[in-house]
């Protein structure tokens, strides 16, 4: 009683302002609202928020992942639902509009009463609505890569962090197999996960004997269209050592820049790029041939061959032609897709198992959920990371615009939310177990143990 009683004393000193601890460790803590009317209390079916970027320069990633998160609601209310409710999608288009995300967000969980959110793509989108998800307790699965250095109690996610994807890759293009790069061209969109993620990429290069000379950074805006003179300096560059293009390019700017590299006969044997933010749905779109050899770096291709991605990849194209979607059989999966389909599926055992759609005793049983992957593997959400456990993959461009896998991990990777290669970052923890810790701390809080 008395250690509850400091904790309380500090929070409302302010103390420990950069924590919220979880309503199970300390139940009669005020400082997060719950969500208006429990889900599960409420008549009817339960309301499950799709926060995806419909129209606006976003639109080519996020419109298939909204498809993919209502095909895996069909899909549960065609087993009967969940707790003998049916689920009820309730889709908003954010329209590319960051501080429209915001909006949209406390309008899903104050107004329509979600029981949880899926959503967003970008990191600035992401970092938009983060702060209504935590004012009023919500809970919301991200289903892309992204920079790291963020972990929040009410958020699960299932994309890669950098250690999962750009870390990997970049070792990737060091290496023999890879094509053995002496100097690098960081090239990004210009916004917090492109910056934040080459911030990251140049320490890791930097440690590794890149001289700064070897080092190229160039930023674009959203919805860039002309890239020829950047890829003819990117041409000038990489005269006299081996040189690699790291992409975190989003968006629809990405059509242009691959057909800029076709028209400059950029290949891939000469400069090779690994992108980041380009998968089947991208390439879709493009002339691929010109593109053949050139990388990306996921935790899941299409291309992959296992009896449970061939049932869904199945299962959407039965979708796609069921609901009649544009372009129809040309439609593809990829790697934000299955990372939104398996968030949803988690979510589902979670509810099965807390036995509940309110959010505090669905959080706690996602975290540990194990779930067998269109990748291939049995994959787990972190207990204390609120990541997902990912193997990383890395394919090249086919003429198809399918990938060819080359290289791949043996098994999954657990996430690194903090980067051990940023000094400000390296003892940072993420850690939401009981006793709690916080999700930006370098020390344990209230009771808790040795960090792992």
């Not at 889709?91 to 406390?106: G, H, I, Q, T």
């Not at 793509?121 to 998800?133: A, D, E, H, I, Q």
């Not at 890829?231 to 005269?239: L, R, W």
């Not at 991990?409 to 996430?415: F, K, L």
Request: charge should be negative; include cysteine; proline fraction near 7%.
């Amino acid at each position: 009683m008395l250690r509850i009683k400091t904790l309380f004393a500090m929070l409302s000193l302010g103390l420990v302002a950069a924590c919220q601890p979880p309503a199970e460790t300390a139940p009669t803590e005020p400082a997060a609202p719950a969500t208006p009317e429990a889900p599960a209390a409420a008549d009817g079916p339960v309301k499950i928020g799709i926060l995806h970027s419909l129209s606006g320069t976003m639109a080519i990633s996020e419109t298939s992942l909204k498809d993919v998160a209502l095909m895996a609601i069909d899909e549960i209310n065609a087993e009967g639902g969940l707790l003998g409710k049916k689920l009820e999608p309730v889709v908003v288009d954010p329209a590319s509009n960051w501080p429209l995300f915001a909006e949209k967000a406390r309008e899903l969980i104050q107004k329509e009463k979600v029981a949880v959110t899926f959503g967003c793509w970008t990191s600035v989108s992401r970092k938009s609505v983060l702060p209504v998800f935590e004012e009023l307790n919500g809970l919301l699965f991200y289903p892309v890569q992204y920079e790291g250095e963020e972990s929040s109690y009410n958020v699960f996610y299932t994309g890669a962090a950098p250690n999962q994807q750009a870390i990997p890759a970049t070792e990737y293009l060091m290496s023999a197999a890879g094509g053995g790069a002496k100097r690098f061209v960081l090239l990004g969109t210009d916004y917090v996960y492109p910056r934040t993620t080459n911030k990251i990429l140049r320490h890791f290069l930097m440690s590794k004997g890149v001289a700064e000379a070897d080092i190229m950074e160039e930023y674009t805006p959203f919805g860039h269209s002309d890239y020829q003179t950047i890829i003819a300096n990117i041409k000038k560059f990489a005269e006299g050592k081996r040189t690699a293009v790291i992409s975190t390019i989003n968006g629809d700017s990405n059509v242009p820049f691959y057909k800029e590299l076709g028209n400059q006969g950029l290949k891939a044997e000469d400069i090779p790029v690994v992108a980041f933010s380009v998968g089947e749905e991208e390439l879709r779109g493009i002339d691929t041939k010109p593109l053949v050899g050139h990388l990306a770096a996921w935790n899941y291709f299409m291309s992959i061959d296992n009896p449970i991605n061939k049932g869904f990849i199945e299962k959407w194209k039965a979708y796609v032609k069921k609901n009649n979607l544009p372009d129809g059989d040309k439609r593809v999966t990829n790697d934000p897709m299955e990372a939104t389909y398996v968030g949803i599926m988690m979510w589902k055992q979670a509810v099965l198992q807390s036995g509940s759609f309110d959010v505090d005793p669905v959080r706690q049983a996602v975290a540990g959920q194990v779930y067998k992957a269109p990748s291939g593997f049995e994959i787990k959400m972190d207990e204390r990371n609120h990541h997902l456990h990912k193997p990383v993959v890395i394919g090249e461009v086919q003429a198809d615009g399918q990938f060819k896998i080359v290289w791949q991990t043996e098994a999954p990777v657990r996430a690194a939310p903090w980067s051990p290669f940023v000094p400000d970052s390296a003892k940072k923890v993420a850690d939401w177990t009981y006793p709690w810790v916080c999700g930006n701390c370098t020390e344990g809080k209230y009771g808790s143990v040795a960090m792992k």
